[in-house]
C-alpha cells in the first residue's frame, strides 16, 4: 500500500492516522512534542513509525 507522512501529533493527525491504518497503509508520524507523540503511539499501536522533530531557535541578528 501507500507510505503516508503525518506531521504532527495532535487531533488530527490522530483521526487521520487511524482512518490510514484501517485501509492498510503505512503510516509515519512526524511531530515536536514527544509526550503527545509518546500517547498517539500507545493509542494507534505499536510498532507506529515516528520522527521526533526538533525546531532550533535561532537568534535574529
Given at each position: 500500500?501507500?507510505?503516508?507522512?503525518?506531521?504532527?501529533?495532535?487531533?488530527?493527525?490522530?483521526?487521520?492516522?487511524?482512518?490510514?491504518?484501517?485501509?492498510?497503509?503505512?503510516v509515519?508520524?512526524?511531530?515536536?512534542?514527544?509526550?503527545?507523540?509518546?500517547?498517539?503511539?500507545?493509542t494507534?499501536?505499536?510498532?507506529l513509525?515516528?520522527?521526533?522533530?526538533?525546531?532550533?531557535?535561532?537568534?535574529m541578528?
Amino acid at each position: 500500500m501507500t507510505e503516508i507522512d503525518i506531521i504532527g501529533s495532535g487531533h488530527m493527525a490522530r483521526g487521520i492516522a487511524s482512518r490510514l491504518l484501517a485501509g492498510g497503509h503505512d503510516v509515519r508520524i512526524i511531530g515536536r512534542n514527544d509526550s503527545q507523540m509518546r500517547d498517539l503511539v500507545e493509542t494507534l499501536g505499536p510498532g507506529l513509525p515516528v520522527c521526533i522533530w526538533e525546531v532550533q531557535s535561532r537568534a535574529m541578528l
